[in-house]
């Protein structure tokens, strides 16, 4: 079975810092990864999605990346913003049961970031 | 546009109630599910369905009992509420494709007394 680690799993940066999120999987067999992020009370929202053949994607002041042979990720946020505080969760689609499928997820990093 | 909605935000249930979850989706998307998450658990698949009149189990489906007589909808019904079914419910959508991104919706948080 797959299994999904995160760490930290908590972390307290003041604003502007670059930071470093890290995501590894158990099965390097996976179809793809994805990073969320959740704010309290509140669903989640897909942050960037990396397919298999990827080695990284990037959004806005995001970045992650993707070695699926040594089965991990990171999430990189540059330049931190108190906005940024939630926390991010990540998923990898590994094969099973439906040709979708499944998703696996890690526990989190709740991160907070302070002014 | 609306997403992925669930209905109710909050519940509460007295041990050996029953109760549906409602979630509908705007999407057309095919693939539908439901996950609950719990501290220090993550979120963990309870079923799945790939289409009207397909739903299959997933890692926790005990308790629960799924349905899907369209695609814009997939409610989850909980036969006799336990307190270990205390959770907060997502439910989510996709497209068929693997690559396809996922949408969650705002969860729903259930407590059994």
Redesign the interface.
């Known amino acids: 079975k797959q299994e999904v680690t995160q760490i930290p799993a908590a972390l307290s940066v003041p604003e502007g810092e670059n930071l470093v999120l890290n995501c590894s999987f158990t099965d390097s067999a996976i179809y793809n990864l994805q990073w969320f992020r959740q704010d309290p009370g509140k669903g989640l929202t897909s942050l960037l999605l990396i397919q298999s053949s990827q080695r990284e994607q990037t959004s806005g002041r995001l970045n992650a990346s993707l070695d699926k042979s040594s089965g991990r990720s990171t999430l990189y946020i540059a330049a931190s913003q108190p906005g940024d505080s939630a926390t991010y969760l990540c998923a990898v689609r590994s094969p099973r049961g439906s040709t979708l499928g499944r998703l696996y997820f890690g526990r989190g990093t709740q991160l907070t970031v302070w002014p | 546009n609306a997403g992925?909605t669930q209905t109710p935000k909050f519940q509460v249930l007295k041990t050996g109630q029953s109760m549906t979850l409602q979630c509908a989706q705007d999407m057309n998307h095919e693939?539908m599910s439901w996950y609950r998450q719990d501290p220090?658990?993550?979120?963990?698949?309870i079923h799945?369905s790939?289409g009207a009149g397909i739903t299959?189990q997933?890692?926790v489906p005990n308790g629960y009992n799924v349905s899907r007589s369209t695609t814009e909808d997939f409610p989850l019904r909980l036969l006799s509420a336990a307190p270990s079914q205390t959770s907060v419910y997502?439910c989510?959508s996709?497209g068929?494709d693997?690559?396809n991104?996922?949408?969650?919706?705002?969860?729903s948080w259930l407590t059994v007394v």
């Open positions: 992925v693939y220090g658990m993550g979120l963990r698949l799945y790939v299959d997933g890692e997502f989510a996709k068929l693997a690559g991104t996922i949408y969650f919706g705002e969860g």
